[in-house]
C-alpha cells in the first residue's frame, strides 16, 4: 500500500500524462498531499498553479480554463467542500467539457462513523459523472467528452517525507473524436434554414454558406460569422418569413429563445440535426434525421430564400437600432452592441445568462470569417453560477487580444468571490461589465412579470437588493467604474486599466418589459 504522498505524487504523474496543464487548488488539510505534488509538478514546470479559498470558485475556475482548451484539474479537502464543487461539475457534464474533480478523503474505515469531515463522496456529483474511489490503483486515464470525479482517500501522515522533483512526462494525444455515421446528402427544394446553438462551431457556417441556406446561429455558436448570419433571426422567426420554413439544420445546444424551440415542435418542419456534446446529446425535440458535422452533399437552395431573410434582417436591424437610441437613457441592449464592438479580432468574450445574452443575441455584429473572435457562455444548464471565475480561468486558458465579459448584477454578486485572488496567482487582464439593474429583470419579460403578478413581482422575482457595486469592488481592490451613458461606456471599453476591472452600467428595470415587448413586435 502507497503512501499518502506517493500517491498524490501517483495521482500528479497520472493527470499530466492524460492532458492536464492547469491546477486548481483549494487550500485544506486531507488534500495536503494532493497540494504539494502540485506545488511540486507547477515548479517542474509541468502545470500551471492556480490557488482559490472558495471551492464553489475554484471549480468554475478550472472549468473556464477547460472550455478555452486547455485541461484543468481542480483539487479539494473532503465533506462540504466537495459539494461545493458540484454546480461547476454539472455544467461541464452537460457542456461537455472534460473537467477533473479530484477530491480527498478519509480512509475507507471512517465511513459511516462519524468520523470528522467524512461523508460518502463516491458518486457525490450523481450517476452523469464517472466517480472512481482511489485507494491505491489507479483508474484508466479520464476520457474528453465530459467531466471526470478520482476521489482520494489518504490517510496520514499527509506531509511529504523529501521534496519531489517530477520526471518528465509524456502528455498522451487528445482521441480524435469518431462522428456518427448517418445522412450523406441533403436534397434541396425546401426552404432551409441552419439553426446554430451553444457550441456549435464553423461547421454550420461552411454548411449554410455550401448550400446558400440562411443561418440562425446564437452568440457563443461559433458560427456567427460571414454574410450568412442573420442578427434578427429571433424577431424574425414571429413573422410570416418564418411560416415558409420547411426544414431545419440544427448544429449546437440552442437554449435562448422560445421562438427557436417554437421552430423545432412545429410538425410542418423536417428536422435534421448534428449530435451535440454532453451527457444528454439527444434534443429533446423531434429530430427526423442525423448528420455528420464534417458536411454532407448538398443541392444549392434559391438564392431568393437567403436573399429575402437578408433584406428583412437589414430592415428589421435598422428598426431595432432607431428604436433603442429613441429610449431616453442607457438601454442593456446597448450595452450588449457596446461590448460586441469592443471585441477586437483574436478578442474573447464570456457572456452571462438570463438577458445578457440575449441582449447580445440581438445586438452582436455580423464578425468576420476567421477573425478568431470567441464567445463563451455556459449554456449547460445556463445558470448564474460561478460566471465571474469562469470568465478568468478563460481569460486565462486563452491567449486573446482582448478579454471581456458582459454579466448582470446578480450574476455578478452570486460569484462575487471570485474577484478574491491572492498576491501570487495568475492575474489576467479582464474588463467585466455588469449590466446593473437592481434586481432579476430576466423575470420581466416572462410570464410572471404580467400585470396579474405586479403586486408579487418585486418581493419574489424582482429582488432588488440596492448592493454597492463599487464599494464591493473596493473590497477586493479590484478598480471600478460605473456608467449610465453610451458614450461613457464606449469611452471606458477603449481605454482599458490592465488587470481585472468592472466596468457597471447602470441601466433601469421598471420598462424593461414594455421594451421587449416593442421590440419582438417590430416588423420589416
Known amino acids: 500500500m502507497r503512501s499518502s504522498t506517493e500517491l498524490a505524487r501517483a495521482v500528479l504523474t497520472a493527470l499530466v500524462e492524460a492532458g492536464v496543464t492547469e491546477v486548481v487548488i483549494s487550500p485544506g488539510s486531507r488534500n495536503a498531499p494532493l497540494s504539494f505534488a502540485a506545488y511540486a509538478a507547477a515548479r517542474a514546470g509541468l502545470v500551471r498553479l492556480h490557488t482559490r479559498i472558495d471551492e464553489r470558485s475554484a471549480g468554475f475556475l478550472a472549468l473556464g480554463l477547460s472550455k478555452t482548451g486547455s485541461r484543468a484539474a481542480v483539487m479539494c479537502t473532503s465533506g462540504t467542500a466537495v459539494a461545493s464543487l458540484h454546480p461547476a461539475v454539472l455544467e461541464a457534464a452537460h457542456a461537455g ?6 477530491t480527498a478523503d478519509r480512509p475507507g474505515r471512517l465511513r459511516g462513523t462519524n468520523a470528522n469531515q467524512t461523508t460518502d463522496q463516491v458518486g457525490i456529483f450523481g450517476p452523469l459523472v464517472p466517480s472512481h474511489d482511489i485507494v491505491d490503483v489507479l483508474p484508466e486515464a479520464p476520457g474528453w467528452d465530459g467531466p471526470t470525479h478520482w476521489n482520494v482517500q489518504l490517510d496520514e501522515p499527509l506531509t511529504p517525507p523529501d521534496a519531489w522533483t517530477p520526471p518528465r512526462i509524456e502528455r498522451r494525444p ?10 450523406e446528402t441533403l436534397p434541396g427544394g425546401k426552404a432551409t434554414v441552419v439553426v446554430a446553438g451553444d457550441d456549435a462551431g464553423p461547421p454550420a457556417r461552411r454548411l449554410a454558406e455550401r448550400a446558400g441556406w440562411p443561418l440562425l446561429a446564437e452568440p457563443s455558436s461559433g458560427s456567427r460569422t460571414g454574410d450568412h448570419a442573420i442578427r434578427t433571426y429571433r424577431l424574425l422567426l414571429g413573422t410570416e418569413l418564418a411560416d415558409q420554413i420547411e426544414r431545419v439544420i440544427l448544429f449546437g445546444h440552442p437554449t435562448l429563445s422560445r421562438p ?6 412545429r410538425d410542418d418542419v423536417e428536422v435534421v440535426a448534428v449530435r451535440g456534446r454532453g451527457v444528454w ?21 434559391d438564392p431568393a430564400w437567403l436573399q429575402a431573410w437578408r433584406d428583412a434582417d437589414r430592415s428589421l436591424g435598422r428598426l431595432l437600432d432607431r428604436l433603442l437610441a429613441a429610449e431616453p437613457g442607457l438601454t442593456p441592449q446597448e450595452v450588449a452592441g457596446a461590448v460586441a464592438r469592443a471585441l477586437p479580432p483574436g478578442g474573447q468574450l464570456v457572456v452571462g ?3 445578457p445574452i440575449r441582449d447580445l443575441d440581438l445586438m452582436v455584429p455580423r464578425y468576420d470569417v476567421g477573425a478568431r473572435r470567441k464567445v463563451l457562455a455556459s449554456r449547460g444548464l445556463a445558470g448564474i453560477d460561478g460566471l465571474v471565475s469562469t470568465a478568468i480561468g478563460a481569460a486565462l486558458g486563452r491567449d486573446s487580444t482582448r478579454d471581456l465579459a458582459l454579466i448582470g ?7 462575487a468571490n471570485g474577484l478574491i485572488l491572492g498576491p501570487d496567482e495568475p492575474r489576467p487582464d479582464l474588463t467585466i461589465v455588469v449590466v446593473n439593474d437592481d434586481g432579476g429583470s430576466i423575470f420581466a419579460t416572462l410570464e410572471q412579470g404580467g400585470a396579474p403578478y405586479a403586486d408579487d413581482f418585486e418581493r419574489l422575482f ?4 440596492r448592493v454597492d457595486l463599487a464599494a464591493l469592488c473596493a473590497a477586493t481592490r479590484t478598480p471600478h467604474l460605473r456608467v449610465t451613458s ?3 461606456l464606449e469611452h471606458a471599453l477603449a481605454n482599458p486599466n490592465g488587470g481585472i476591472e468592472v466596468i457597471e452600467a447602470t441601466v433601469g428595470r421598471a420598462d424593461r418589459r414594455d421594451l421587449d415587448e416593442r421590440i419582438r413586435a417590430l416588423r420589416p
Open 353 to 355: 445568462p438570463s438577458n
Open 462 to 465: 424582482g429582488t432588488p437588493h
Open 486 to 488: 453610451l458614450p461613457e
Open 281 to 301: 446529446p439527444t434534443p429533446s425535440h423531434r429530430v427526423d434525421g442525423w448528420l455528420l458535422t464534417s458536411g454532407p452533399r448538398v443541392e444549392a437552395g
Open 409 to 415: 448584477d446578480v450574476t455578478f454578486l452570486h460569484d
Open 174 to 183: 487528445r482521441p480524435i473524436a469518431v462522428e456518427p455515421a448517418i445522412l
Open 260 to 265: 427557436v424551440a417554437r421552430l423545432l415542435a
Open 97 to 102: 467539457v472534460p473537467l477533473l474533480a479530484v
